[in-house]
């Protein structure tokens, strides 16, 4: 990699200058603010529906009628159907609205490795990151 202002070879920080990123030796990084790169995680969290979201739902209405309990959180009882069948996956904002109002779990936090969640990231892996993967 060379400096993208002066060409020299070596060591080369990001700087954005005049709103552009470039990559440039120490010497030019003054003309622009250095931008530190955020470390690069080989993890990525993600929400997902809880498993045990059907059992809780269905815990949660009690002997009350699905129609009932569907207007009571303010959803469609067909939604609710599916939900409680595991037919239907949660979707984040419904199930953000049912932990706040119940405390409930409906989400779960779940780590997938980068390389499956961005093209971009995968393209920018060497062979040895792809190695080291794999262990
Ligand atoms: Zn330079």
New binding site residues.
């Given amino acids: 990699m060379q400096?993208e202002?002066?060409g020299?070879e070596g060591k080369l920080l990001k700087v954005r200058i005049e709103g552009v990123l470039l990559s440039?030796?120490e010497?030019?990084a003054k003309f622009g603010e250095v931008v530190r790169e955020k470390k690069k995680r080989k993890e990525e969290k993600v929400l997902e529906m809880n498993p045990e979201l059907p059992k809780i739902l269905r815990r949660l209405r009690g002997k009350k009628k699905q129609e009932e309990f569907a207007r009571e959180v303010n959803i469609p009882v067909s939604l609710l159907r599916k939900w409680e069948l595991g037919d239907l996956v949660m979707d984040i904002k419904n199930a953000k609205k049912l932990e706040k109002r119940f405390g409930i779990k409906a989400l779960v936090e779940k780590e997938i490795p980068c390389v499956k969640v961005k093209g971009k990231m995968k393209e920018k892996l060497t062979l040895g990151d792809v190695v080291e993967l794999k262990e």
Avoid: A, E, T
């Fill in positions: 400096c202002i002066c020299k440039v030796c010497d030019c």
